[in-house]
C-alpha cells in the first residue's frame, strides 16, 4: 500500500472494486487552507475505459507490479492475435480488447511487451520506436520546400502518418509509437 501522495504516471493501481487500473495524468492539488487533494485519470486494464478519480492525500491504495515479457507477434486467427515467447517458444492468444493501441502496429515478427498479471496477459505495449515502409503517399513537388510542410502517407499496416515531402512510397521511416510521429528516414 502506498500514500496518495505517491502515485505517480504509468502506475498501475488496484482500486476498492478490484479492478486494475493504470494512472494516465497525476496532479497534487493544494487549495488554500484545505488538505492537499491527489486529481488522477486512471484507465481500466480490464476495458480501457477512462475515468477521473480524486484521492484525499492521506488515502492509501495498492500498487500492483506486472510482470512484463518480450514476445514476437506471429498471425491473427480469427479475432485473436497470436504471439510467441522467445524464451519459452510458449504461444499465446490475446482478444483486440488485450491490444489497446499495440493494435495498430501490427506487423508480422514484430516484438511487443506483454504485461501479465497472476499469469494472464492484460495488455500489449508497443515499442517506442518501429520502423515501418511507407506504402503510398503523394509525390514530392519541386520547389514546395517554402514552409515546413508535411503530407500524409499511409504505411504498410494501413496507419496513416504526416511525413515530410521528400519521403517516397517504399522508403523505410522510424515513428514514435507514443504520438504516431515521423522521427527519420531509415537507410
Known amino acids: 500500500m502506498i ?3 505517491q502515485i505517480r504516471k504509468n502506475m498501475i493501481l488496484r482500486m476498492d472494486d478490484g479492478q486494475l487500473w493504470r494512472c494516465v495524468e497525476m496532479q497534487l492539488i493544494t487549495p488554500g ?3 492537499a487533494m491527489v486529481q488522477t485519470k486512471l484507465r481500466s486494464l480490464r476495458d480501457n475505459s477512462v475515468k477521473d478519480h480524486r484521492f484525499r492525500s492521506i488515502d492509501r491504495v495498492e500498487q500492483v ?3 512484463e515479457v518480450q514476445m514476437e507477434y506471429l498471425y491473427a486467427s480469427g479475432d485473436d492475435y497470436v504471439f510467441m515467447n522467445h524464451e519459452t517458444f510458449d504461444q499465446i492468444h490475446l482478444s483486440a480488447e488485450a491490444m489497446g493501441d499495440a493494435m495498430k502496429y501490427l506487423i508480422p515478427n514484430a516484438v511487443f511487451t506483454i504485461e501479465m498479471f497472476e499469469g494472464k496477459a492484460i ?6 520506436t518501429m520502423v515501418l515502409t511507407v506504402a503510398e503517399t503523394e509525390p514530392n513537388i519541386k520547389g514546395a520546400t517554402a514552409s515546413a510542410s508535411f503530407k500524409p502517407a499511409l504505411m504498410e499496416n494501413g496507419l496513416t502518418i504526416m511525413v515530410p515531402p521528400f519521403v517516397l512510397a517504399g522508403e523505410k521511416i522510424k515513428v514514435d509509437t507514443r504520438e504516431d510521429k ?3 528516414r531509415v537507410k
Request: aromatic content about 12%; hydrophobic content about 45%.
Open 123 to 128: 495488455n500489449v505495449v508497443a515499442p517506442i
Open 182 to 184: 515521423y522521427l527519420e
Open 3 to 5: 500514500d496518495a501522495t
Open 33 to 35: 487552507r484545505w488538505k
Open 65 to 67: 507490479h506486472l510482470d
